[in-house]
């Protein structure tokens, strides 16, 4: 191999730099875990804490389509029989009222920044 | 003899599939048309129609009524554009040769603009100082529809022609489409804020509805959310009391607006484009 | 082969800096665009669509015209345009590259652009447009290269490279085809609802294109050693002055069926081009009657020149000739076609457009990005074709 003794540093420095979040992810802490708060008028969820924690967004994504586009039902049931408004502005927002302390406490921590709020009007935060 | 054409014309598009690309845009278009009309395309003159499926959701607007109620129209306006969120950027006034941002739902208008192909040599006077409100037509066979490259405006079950917020990109081939001027573009963000926080171009927004983002198209839905909770149109809701607009399934003949359209004499805008209009004026 | 375009005088170098500029400027422009909304551009509820979308409908023209060269020496074996074909093909690489820009700036959400491939739709046209534009790029792009790249190595094109070829033929005219359809299946544009439109689109493809090229060719002349040759030139201006005295023609018979049938609208957006349309109130608009008949008078007076063989016994005259066609139907469609078909309104109200300044940056960055792409690839093609 030609320039041996420039392309091995070279490699190395370039493998370091691209694994670099890593590394850092295992040297610090990526601080506190979330802490979204709980709604205290009900305690369950329209599904599983499991599956909504994983995959909330595919279910929003699911509703808008089946109510926007085939004339779906705006009402859904959860397992122990409460009625609930197949909503993000009217539903999810009911019993989680402050996005600042649901919403963005988990968004923030994953840095992800979703658009509902681009458009749906959020609710009017207490305090 | 209409079914033969149309047959004619599918043989004609298949052999072309044959040939190149281009000819089966024109099949894919026949099939769109098909797919997007709750009736087959209908023969004879304009606007006759054959057996209906499904429902089809149409206003019957009383022109008299907004004749002797002159500020009827504005109300009705009103009450779409706030339940809708629909921004006023000021731009849009009366006079005001800059139009360039305005989004409208409905609004009233002359009737030689909303009736633009209808003499109006020694039209009734009457007529010619009535505010005409003029809105999207939910076509039961929409240009905008068969235009629209992602199906972000669709027909629904109800016959509504919807849009689809979080679908549309934005290329407005459906404003070019739409014969009837009713679409609008947010050619900028409908929620800026003023100095204390509050948007400066909607007024008392309905957290109920939600507002748009810049770059999509938007237009009336016929109160799509509302008819879902067994509530009526907004702007038919806001003409309630003199019963300006009639509203029903036009598909079903025992319909308030089946039965209106029975006894009356109406008409609808260019009705000559085939699009199908599902609003009618009574004159 | 790229390479190629690594290396070339001073001149060479600045021109593609000067490009880099402009491109530089547009693409600040843009990012206002992007972080504002399409409100920047001169563009309203009522002229919905502008110069973007007016641009790219002539681009797809030029894109087109590539074909004038690839078919008579393709499917007639015309030895002449052998040389001169590569820059036919790279011409519609770069025009259609700009065709794809133009709608990109043209999108409300283009970081929705996708959707169109995600939730297909055979009944829009813009649908098949894009696949027909795509297909197009690719069987230039794959068929110019490989074919350059065997005559490099002086070795004959693989077989299968012709059947690319061969497609790219009627490709070409069907990209201008659903171009026009984009247009001419909309009810209620009194003015863009005629059959006419593709063939008025294509002979004006078929005259623009090769317009531009010959333009190239002389400018390759000049300042390069590359000599596309008299015989071919002639030709291609042979090509030019049929396809113009087409166009002109079918506009013609726009003229003859709007004003002889005397149907109001089919006269609205003719006399909104030529003579300015009045309103209730009585005011006239007519910023697009001069750009129009300038136009018309231009095209026309070119294209009956060269008829006449005194007209093109130099290369300066042809140059000026076909630079005054070019421009003449850039005029026409570039800005008249689609500008004229939204006035006035489908409620007959009448709003003028003009472009923003913005509009024009990334207009005028698109163009330059067209130019860049066009000179990389020439370099490379005439850089072979002299090393040999």
Known sequence: MYDKGKIIPGLIVFVGLVTFPIWYGLATTAGPLPNPEKPTNAKECVEPVEFMRSSHMVLLNEWRDNIVRSGGTRKGTTADGTEYVRSLQKGCMNCHTSKKKFCDECHTYAAVNPYCWDCHIQPKETN | ?283 | MIEKALSGNGRYFAWLTFLLVIMGVGGLCYLQQFNYGLGVTGMSRDVSWGLYISQFTFMVGVAAGGVMLVLPYYLHNYKVFGKITILGEFMAVAAVAMCLMFILADLGQPMRALNVLLHPTPNSILFWDMIVLNGYLFLNIVGGWVILNAEKKDVPPPKWVKWLIYLSIPWAISIHTVTAFLYCGLPGRHYWLTAILAPRFLASAFAAGPSLLVICALILRKYTDFDAGKEAINKLVTIITYAAILNFFFVGLELFVGYYSNIPGHMHTLDYLFFGLTDHAGEVYDNLVGPMRFSMVIGMAATIALLFPKMRDSYTKIGWLCGAIFLSLWIDKGLGLVLGGFVPTPLEYIVEYYPSKIELGITAAVWATGAFILTVLYKVAISVKLTK
């Open chain 2, 1 to 283: 003899m209409d079914n033969s054409r149309r047959k004619f014309l599918k043989i004609a598009g298949l052999s072309a599939i044959a040939g190149i690309g281009a000819p089966t845009a024109f099949n894919g278009l026949l099939k769109g048309e098909a797919f997007a009309s709750s009736a087959p395309s209908g023969g004879g003159g304009h606007g006759s129609e054959k057996a209906p499926t499904g429902k089809r959701y149409g206003f019957a607007i009383d022109i008299k009524k907004f004749a002797s109620d002159k500020d009827l129209a504005q109300r009705c306006v009103n009450a779409c554009h706030s339940t809708h969120n629909v921004p006023d950027f000021g731009n849009n006034k009366d006079g005001s040769k800059n139009r360039k941002d305005e989004i409208k739902w409905i609004w009233a208008e002359k009737f030689e603009h909303t009736f633009p192909d209808h003499s109006h040599y020694k039209k009734n006077e009457q007529l010619q100082e009535t505010p005409i409100l003029t809105l999207c037509n939910h076509c039961d066979n929409p240009p905008c529809v068969r235009a629209c490259p992602t199906q972000a405006t669709f027909k629904n079950s109800d016959g509504l022609v919807l849009m689809d917020f979080h679908r549309c990109i934005g290329c407005r081939f459906c404003m070019a489409a739409c014969p009837y001027g009713a679409r609008s573009f947010n050619w900028r963000s409908p929620r800026e804020l003023d100095a204390s926080g509050n948007y400066k171009y909607i007024k008392n927004p309905n957290p109920d509805f939600p507002t748009r983002m810049r770059g999509v198209v938007e237009k009336c839905n016929m109160c799509a959310e509302r008819l879902a909770e067994g509530k009526l149109p907004a702007c038919v809701e806001a003409a309630a009391s003199s019963e300006a607009i009639v509203f029903g399934d036009l598909n079903d003949s025992h319909s308030p607006v089946s039965q209106v359209l029975k006894e009356k004499f109406t008409i609808q805008r260019k009705p000559a484009l085939g699009t199908k209009p599902s609003i009618f004026y009574i004159i």
